[in-house]
């Protein structure tokens, strides 16, 4: 069952189905799904996968969570996974990601390398999760930069491309010369409107250079495709998923974030880059309060 973006947002719903593909192609298992858009609420697009026999299904995305609780607790010897969420039902297996490690390196590197000392920050749907990727890169931003303003708004969606390129002009017309959006599908319309400006930008949840190669100078990668795979992996070999409550962040290679491309890093920004990704992987860094 995909995020409420569904197919084609170019990052999170799109990152999972491509890890289901890799399973289906390099397995031999085969799946199904279903869209928002198709089945009008979570619990009849859940319901409909239990009921054609599905060995795991997997929900993406936090909004799921309520839904798929429902009917897990209809279907206690289903075996059930979420993305992004955590629940205590026996029969849910729960993957999260540090989103704030690799938000945090995107903010030092927006941090060092603004010009008007102003930087942004859009979230799609004001939730707990989405306050990590803005808290992680407010305090990358202020750990190199501390007098930089730091302008955040929220979308209040994850499906609206046209909402996100308004935002990044309103933030652009205020002086934002790098923004970083956490939106999903909207995310994708500040990432056209800051190349369109002549700005920079960052992409989330997968590597998105390709949609603003003028604009978009890295990517903080969840490796939602990677978490899926190998837990479908270990169930295709052994039967069982071990691990309940798996937390993915640097260290375990959850989070990473693309290469640095457009600008250039000066060897004292790459050495300062470097330091603190290697704080954040050995666990000297502390990012969130």
Same mark, same amino acid.
């Given at each position: 069952m995909l995020s409420d973006a569904g197919l084609g947002d170019q990052s999170f719903s799109d990152l999972g189905f491509a890890g289901l593909e890799k399973a289906r192609d390099e397995l031999g298992i085969s799946f199904d799904?279903?869209?928002?858009? /198709?089945?009008k609420t979570y619990e009849q697009g859940l319901e409909e996968l239990v009921e054609e026999g599905n060995d795991l299904i997997i929900g993406l995305g936090f909004a799921i969570q309520e839904a798929m609780e429902t009917v897990a607790e209809k279907y !206690? /010897? @289903?075996e059930f996974l979420i993305i992004d969420s955590q629940s205590d039902l026996p029969n849910i297996n729960n993957i999260t990601f540090k989103e704030e490690e690799g938000s945090f390196l995107i903010g030092v590197v927006a941090g060092m390398k603004t010009q008007s000392n102003v930087v942004g920050f859009v979230g799609g749907e004001d939730a707990p999760l989405i306050h990590k990727?803005?808290?992680g890169f407010i305090n990358g931003v202020k750990a190199v930069n501390p007098e930089a303003q730091i302008l955040s708004?929220? $979308? +209040?969606?994850?499906? /609206? /491309?046209?909402l996100g390129e308004s935002i990044a002009k309103e933030m652009i017309t205020a002086g934002a010369d790098y923004i970083y959006p956490a $939106? +999903?599908?909207t995310g994708v319309g500040v990432l056209l409107e800051s190349q369109r400006a002549g700005t920079y930008s960052f992409g989330v949840d997968s590597d998105q250079f390709y949609l603003a190669e003028k604009?978009?100078?890295?990517?903080?990668?969840?490796?939602v495709d990677v978490a899926i795979y190998d837990t479908v992996k270990e169930l295709v070999e052994t039967g069982t998923i071990s691990e309940k409550n798996k937390v993915l962040g640097f260290k375990e290679n959850g989070v990473v974030i $693309? !290469? %640095?491309?457009?600008i250039k890093l000066s060897e004292t920004e790459q050495k300062t880059l470097d330091q603190f990704t290697e704080g954040i992987s050995n666990g000297? %860094? @502390? %990012?969130?309060?």
């Open positions: 799904y279903r869209e928002l858009k /198709d089945t !206690p /010897d @289903t990727f803005e808290q708004k929220y $979308a +209040g969606t994850f499906g /609206d /491309d046209k $939106a +999903g599908f604009s978009v100078v890295s990517s903080m990668v969840k490796q $693309a !290469p %640095i491309r457009v000297s %860094i @502390t %990012i969130l309060d």
